[in-house]
Every structure is written in structure tokens, then in C-alpha cells.
T-cell receptor
Framework: AQKITQTQPGMFVQEKEAVTLDCTYD???????LFWYKQPSSGEMIFLIY??????QNATEGRYSLNFQKARKSANLVISASQLGDSAMYFC?????????????FGTGTRLTIIP | DVKVTQSSRYLVKRTGEKVFLECVQD?????MFWYRQDPGLGLRLIYF???????EKGDIPEGYSVSREKKERFSLILESASTNQTSMYLC?????????????FGPGTRLTVT
């Protein structure tokens, strides 16, 4: 079984500061993928970034980067230079990497509020 | 532009009614999923389908059923709606395989059962 833990229910951050959203996971699968999604108030989930468990480098996508520490089983999302539009719910999720097992397990989410 | 659409953004139903939530994707994806989202609980998988007429139970299938007669359409059915099924329902689709193959989500249906 897989489990995702997000310990920060809510965060308030000043605009233009960097933000780190925590995510720890537990799994017995030898290989897996980790995802971060953003959910604005409109409700639609938006895919942000992906990290494979065997990827040598941490994933980056524009202002988003994933601080992957495999030994600690953590996959924190870092948002640089935060903007007002970053205010949203953020979900960490994981999936086994084997073909045919497409189910995602989600954490409980972190509500990020950017203060002007 | 990839798209997953859901039949309603908001729905109000009475206890005991049969409720249909429809989801359509235009990306020719094999996999489709239904989740419910509740505050403090995140997203929980109800059912998923990896092919037409195929379905598998997720983590919380009780009180729900699904139908997938065509590749692009995945329906969630509440046979007899109850107040504890008041929630946000999200549909998603993806292509199969290793690697990223991220799930694409619809805008959600906020269902209230009174």
C-alpha cells in the first residue's frame, strides 16, 4: 500500500518569497513516480511536476522544482518567487512505476495563500 | 488542447434519488478515473477503468457504480443518493504506460444531497 503525508494544512507566504510545500511518502514498490498538482479555486487539478524514483536529478519546471530525497522518502515542492496566482490547494501524489498500475494515491493537500 | 469535461458543475439531489455524473475526454485515453474530494481527506479513488466495459474498484466504491460503454465516456452512478455522498467529484483520464503519463482532470461536480 502507498501513503502520502502532507503535514501543512495551510501556509501564508509573502509575495515574491520562495515556498516549500512538504510531502513525505511510504511505499513498498521498488520504483514509483511522484506528482504535484495545483487546484485553484476554480476546482480543476493542474499537473505541475513529476519525479521518477530512479531519476538522478531533481525535476524542475519553470518556477517549480522538486526536492527529492529518496532516503528520507520526501518529495517537497519548491516554488520560487511566489506570485498571487500561486494561491491554491497543492496536492502531492504517487503511483507505482510498473505498467498497468495507473492508480494515483493523493495526500490531503496544503492550502497556500500568497499575501501581497 | 486536451480536455476532460463533466456534465454539471453543481448538482443538488434528494436522498434516495439515482444520480448520474458524466465525464467525457477527447484525448483517446484508455484510462479513466472517478475521485471524490473532501476537506482534510484529499482525493480518494472511487472507481477506475482501463478499457471500454472494464472497471475496477478503487478505495471507496461502496454506494457507487460506473459505466463505460464508449472509450471517451465514463459515468459514475449513485444508485440511491445519501447525504454522506455530498462531495466534490472529479473525473480524470490518462494514457497507460511507464513514465509521466499524468492524469488530466475535469473541472469537478459539486454534488449536494439533501
Amino acid at each position: 500500500a502507498q501513503k502520502i503525508t502532507q503535514t501543512q494544512p495551510g501556509m501564508f507566504v509573502q509575495e515574491k518569497e520562495a515556498v516549500t510545500l512538504d510531502c513525505t511518502y511510504d511505499t513498498s514498490d521498488p520504483s514509483y513516480g511522484l506528482f504535484w498538482y495545483k487546484q485553484p479555486s476554480s476546482g480543476e487539478m493542474i499537473f505541475l511536476i513529476y519525479q521518477g524514483s530512479y531519476d538522478q536529478q531533481n525535476a524542475t519546471e519553470g518556477r517549480y522544482s522538486l526536492n527529492f530525497q529518496k532516503a528520507r522518502k520526501s518529495a517537497n515542492l519548491v516554488i520560487s518567487a511566489s506570485q498571487l496566482g500561486d494561491s491554491a490547494m497543492y496536492f502531492c501524489a504517487m503511483r507505482p512505476a510498473n505498467f498497468g498500475n495507473e492508480k494515483l494515491t493523493f495526500g490531503t493537500g496544503t492550502r497556500l495563500t500568497i499575501i501581497p | 488542447d486536451v480536455k476532460v469535461t463533466q456534465s454539471s458543475r453543481y448538482l443538488v439531489k434528494r436522498t434516495g434519488e439515482k444520480v448520474f455524473l458524466e465525464c467525457v475526454q477527447d484525448m483517446d485515453h484508455e484510462n479513466m478515473f472517478w475521485y471524490r474530494q473532501d476537506p482534510g481527506l484529499g482525493l480518494r479513488l472511487i472507481y477506475f477503468s482501463y478499457d471500454v466495459k472494464m472497471k475496477e474498484k478503487g478505495d471507496i466504491p461502496e454506494g457507487y457504480s460506473v459505466s463505460r460503454e464508449k472509450k471517451e465516456r465514463f459515468s459514475l452512478i449513485l444508485e440511491s443518493a445519501s447525504t454522506n455522498q455530498t462531495s466534490m467529484y472529479l473525473c480524470a483520464s490518462s494514457s497507460p504506460g511507464q513514465g509521466i503519463h499524468e492524469q488530466y482532470f475535469g473541472p469537478g461536480t459539486r454534488l449536494t444531497v439533501t
